[in-house]
């Protein structure tokens, strides 16, 4: 009945998607604020259509929050679902083949039945919206198994860092059983997947700062320590020949995964080719002693994430500049404590700065890293929906991305989260021509209702 509902819906499902990617709610530049304001109302128009018994815009310091919820029946369990209708910057547009708020729908190869091309298609605005449809499916056809909750959040591209006090000042209305959360990805399409944990994010900006003026390069250079030679040094004293990280401590908290573990890691299908292929790269690179899959989700990294300075103009100038700057990320295992991890970062920096120059670092925001167990009610629930809908048991999968708040709920709320994501990593989420598989959309809808449903049953039991 659910399914012939979503079926008897789809091109609508899908228009009122595109309808939402029009507006361009990019959380950290100022300039769209009223974008995003009127993305918060845009939702909560959608929430009041489909009959819930309470949709609110709550503001916090930064971004709206928005709030629904239905409760069926007190007895029941509920279910709260996360997402976040922020979306990254669209930068750099010239790389877009359409404009990034003008959503179009093209087959790709990997998407033969055709994908939404917008930035947050996938992330998180095309898998946010997925569950208000499945719950519009699920009511209409009275087959709403658990009571919802909704919080859709504005600032998780920023770092939910006012989301964190709202939930701790909203505790009570948040009251839950289970979290579920779609802003992840399966494996592929033929292998569904559900995200067992997350890394967390540690975030700086340093400055080098050289002599108090940009010098001829001729006259000065040889003489005058420059910054961009010495934070190139100091970054790559950062990494050892085995791409092991120096800064000392780093390591310390590290939960180490267990051989049993990595093996059944290594069971979930990975084609190193592949990989390489689809990336225009001859080889991986990374940490030694592990998988290229394992580098990227149960191996803590630091990258840096822009670096500037200097002449970088048309032409050749000769300049000795006064500056350097560079954005460094560093992406954290469990146990790893983003505020500790910064400050081991700050301390080792700038202990490695010569006295030529002077060093700054200036910590962005962060994030703790999650793990959701495996062995759960709730986990079996998700995996017998996945089952259902795929023709497919899922495997559980380390995922190499963050989202904030889902350590806050288990803190604050003490409720444990569903990780069911329907991205890929293909989809280029924060890239250009950003996209989402119209596959991935319905697929998601259909399996929504399926883990309401056996959650329901496995709680009953
Ligand atoms: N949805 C992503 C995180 C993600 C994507 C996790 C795919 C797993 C698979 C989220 O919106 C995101 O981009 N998070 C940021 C962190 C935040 C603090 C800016 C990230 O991971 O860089
Ligand atoms: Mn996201
Ligand atoms: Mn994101």
Redesign the pocket.
């Known amino acids: 009945m659910t399914n012939q509902y979503i079926q008897e819906n789809k091109e609508r499902f899908l228009s009122e998607l595109m309808d939402l990617l029009k507006l361009p709610s990019v959380s950290a530049d100022p300039k769209f604020d009223d974008d995003v304001k009127a993305t918060a109302e845009f939702l909560k128009n959608r929430f009041s259509e489909i009959g819930v018994d309470r949709v609110e815009i709550i503001q916090t310091k930064g971004h709206p929050v928005v709030y629904a919820e239905k409760i069926i029946d007190p007895n029941l369990p509920t279910v709260l679902v996360y997402g976040?209708y922020d979306v990254?910057p669209a930068d750099p547009i010239e790389l877009w083949d359409s404009p990034p708020f003008e959503p179009v729908i093209k087959k790709t190869e990997i998407h033969p039945e055709g994908a939404i091309f917008a930035r947050g298609a996938?992330?998180?605005k095309g898998?946010m919206y997925m569950h208000l449809k499945a719950y519009e499916a699920m009511l209409k056809t009275d087959s709403l198994h658990c009571n919802a909750k909704f919080i859709i959040e504005g600032e998780?591209?920023?770092?939910?860092e006012n989301l964190e006090t709202f939930i701790a000042e909203y505790k009570d209305m948040l009251d839950a059983d289970v979290i579920l959360v779609s802003?992840?990805?399966i494996i592929a399409n033929d292998v569904p997947s559900i995200?067992s944990g997350?890394?967390g994010?540690s975030?700086v900006e340093v400055e080098v700062v050289g002599p108090n003026r940009d010098l001829h390069s001729g006259l000065y250079g040889g003489a005058v320590a420059n910054p961009i030679n010495i934070l190139a040094d100091m970054i790559a004293s950062l990494q050892d020949e085995n791409k092991h990280i120096t800064i000392p401590g780093f390591y310390d908290d590290v939960l180490e995964c267990s051989n049993e573990e990595r093996t059944e890691m290594a069971k979930a299908p990975f084609s190193e080719q592949a990989y390489c292929e689809a990336l225009d790269i001859a080889e991986t690179d990374g940490e030694k002693g592990f998988s290229t899959r394992e580098r990227a989700t149960i191996r803590p990294t630091l990258d840096v994430n822009g670096i500037w300075g200097g002449y970088t103009g048309e032409g050749a100038k000769t300049v000795l500049p006064s500056k350097a700057n560079a954005k460094i990320?560093m992406?954290l295992v469990p146990n790893q404590d983003p505020h500790k991890i910064t400050a081991l970062f700050q301390k080792h920096f700038e202990s490695i700065a010569p006295d030529s120059v002077k060093v700054t670092v200036m910590p962005h925001?962060?994030?703790e890293p999650a793990l959701t167990p495996i062995d759960s009610l709730e986990y079996k629930a998700a995996s017998l929906a996945m089952e259902e809908s795929f023709g497919k048991k899922p495997v559980p999968v380390r995922?190499?991305?963050?989202?904030?708040i889902i350590s806050m709920f288990e803190k604050v709320l003490g409720l444990k989260t569903i990780?069911l994501?329907f991205?890929l990593?293909s989809d280029a989420?924060?890239s250009p021509n950003e996209h989402y598989g119209l596959y991935n959309f319905y697929k998601g809808i259909e399996t929504i209702p399926l883990f309401y449903k056996h959650y329901a049953a496995i709680k009953k039991s």
């Open positions: 976040h990254q996938c992330d998180d898998q998780e591209e920023v770092g939910s802003d992840t990805g995200t997350l890394r994010l975030y990320s992406r925001h962060g994030g995922s190499g991305g963050s989202i904030p990780l994501g991205g990593d989420i924060h």
